[in-house]
């Protein structure tokens, strides 16, 4: 979803659960971040 901005905006579960594929897998960040189409960086944010 975008906001008015142009902005993708993610709800609480997509965010929960893109952490928790890093946390409880073997995957890095940078792997599920590419998979899931989203920068490392904003993936890192929600840790």
């Not at 008015?4 to 940078?30: C, I, N």
């Amino acid at each position: 979803m975008q906001d008015r901005s142009g902005r993708k905006k993610y709800d609480r579960q997509f965010k929960e659960e893109a952490v928790k594929l890093v946390t409880e897998g073997k995957r890095p960040l940078a792997e599920v971040a590419r998979g899931l189409g989203i920068h490392e960086n904003l993936l890192r944010t929600w840790k």
